[in-house]
C-alpha cells in the first residue's frame, strides 16, 4: 500500500436498514466507527412490506428512490439488512470427519436433501462453533434466496451498489460488544422491540444460539395506558418460555440467560425497559454511555450494521 492511499480516508459505505415500517440509514465517520456522521429515516406505509417480504414493488422502489436523493446516496456502496421474518438460524452437527474448506461444499449438497429448512432456495453462511476429532458444530444462517435477491435488486435499481448483508441479531450484539457491554461467559438475551415485532436472540461466548421473531398485536391508537401495555403481557411470557428454553431444552438445566440487552425502535422503548427491570429478576441494560447518547436507539441497528467489518471493542480510547 502506498503511503498516498494511507490517509485517504475510506470510501463511505451506507447501512441500510429496511423494515416492514420504516427505511433507515446510518453512515459513520470512515475511520471512526463510533462518530455518527449522518442518518435518516423515512416511515412506509402499512402494507407495503409485510414480514419482511416486499408487497408493493412500485410503491416502495418510488420511496427508496426519494431517500437516495434527499440523502445523497447515489452510487453509494451499501450494506443492507436481510430481513428478520425470513431468516432461520440453526445449531448444526456435522460428520466429524469433514475439513473445514469442505464444510461450505457440504452444506451445499445437502441443505434441502438432509438438512430441511423452511423453504427452497436458500442463501446461507456459517459460523464454526466446534471442531475436536469426535465432533463438529456449526452455526448455520440461511434466508431465502429470491427475498434476499428481492432487496439486493431493489437498492441497485435506485442506484445503490450492495456489497454485504447481514442479520439483526449480529449488528445488535456487535453494538453492545464494542461498547464493552459484553463478558465472557455471559448467557445474553438481545430482545428487539419494535414498532410491529419483537425480535429475541441469545448468544453465548460471540456465538448467537438461537433466534426468535415474536409477532404481537400493535393496538390502533388511540388507547389508554393500560390498554396500551397489555400485548407486552404476552411478549413478557413470551421472554421467560424463551428463557426456559434456552435453560432446560438447550442446556439441560446446566445453564441459563444471565442478562437481557433492550433495543429496538420502539417509541415507549424506556417504558418497556422499566416494565421489564420489574419484571425479570436478571439484569435488563440498554446501551450504556458514551454510546447511548450518540444517536436514538432506533438507530442501534444500522449503526451496528456499520460496525460490521470486525471492529473490536474499545478502540475508543
Not at 14 to 27: G, L
Not at 68 to 97: A, H, S
Not at 160 to 186: E, M, T, W
Request: proline share 6%.
Amino acid at each position: 500500500m502506498s503511503m498516498m492511499n494511507l490517509f485517504k480516508p475510506r470510501h463511505k459505505v451506507a447501512n441500510v436498514v429496511i423494515k416492514d415500517h420504516v427505511i433507515r440509514y446510518v453512515e459513520l465517520k470512515p475511520n471512526d466507527p463510533f462518530t455518527i456522521q449522518k442518518s435518516g429515516e423515512r416511515d412506509l406505509p402499512k402494507g407495503l412490506i409485510h414480514d419482511g417480504k416486499i408487497m408493493d414493488r412500485e410503491t416502495v422502489t418510488m420511496i427508496l428512490e426519494e431517500c437516495v436523493d434527499e440523502w445523497k446516496l447515489k452510487n453509494r456502496r451499501v450494506r443492507f439488512l436481510v430481513p428478520d421474518p425470513v431468516v432461520v438460524i440453526r445449531r448444526l452437527q456435522l460428520p466429524n470427519d469433514l475439513q473445514e474448506d469442505e464444510i461450505r461444499g457440504y452444506l451445499f449438497m445437502e441443505l434441502g436433501t438432509t438438512i430441511h429448512l423452511p423453504f427452497e432456495h436458500p442463501v446461507f453462511d456459517y459460523a464454526l462453533l466446534e471442531k475436536t476429532n469426535e465432533k463438529l458444530a456449526i452455526l448455520l444462517f440461511a434466508a431465502p434466496e429470491p427475498i434476499v435477491r428481492d432487496y439486493a435488486e431493489l437498492l441497485e435499481e435506485v442506484g445503490l451498489r450492495p456489497i454485504a448483508a447481514d442479520v439483526s441479531p449480529l449488528c445488535v450484539y456487535r453494538l453492545f460488544h464494542a461498547a464493552d457491554q459484553v463478558r465472557r461467559d455471559d448467557h445474553l438475551l438481545i430482545v428487539q422491540i419494535d414498532e410491529s415485532a419483537v425480535n429475541v436472540s441469545a448468544f453465548f461466548n460471540d456465538v448467537p444460539m438461537f433466534m426468535r421473531q415474536l409477532l404481537f398485536e400493535v393496538p390502533s391508537e388511540p388507547v389508554h395506558r393500560d390498554e396500551w401495555f397489555r400485548p407486552f403481557e404476552d411478549v413478557y411470557k413470551e421472554i421467560e418460555r424463551v428463557m426456559n428454553f434456552y435453560r432446560f431444552s438447550l442446556h439441560q438445566g446446566n445453564a441459563q440467560i444471565t442478562r437481557i440487552f433492550l433495543t429496538g425502535d420502539h417509541r415507549k422503548l424506556s417504558n418497556l425497559h422499566e416494565a421489564m427491570q420489574e419484571r425479570f429478576d436478571i439484569p435488563v441494560e440498554r446501551l450504556a454511555e458514551p454510546f447511548a447518547s450518540a444517536v436514538e436507539p432506533r438507530y442501534h441497528l444500522a449503526w451496528g450494521l456499520g460496525l460490521k467489518e470486525g471492529v473490536t471493542h474499545a478502540h475508543r480510547r
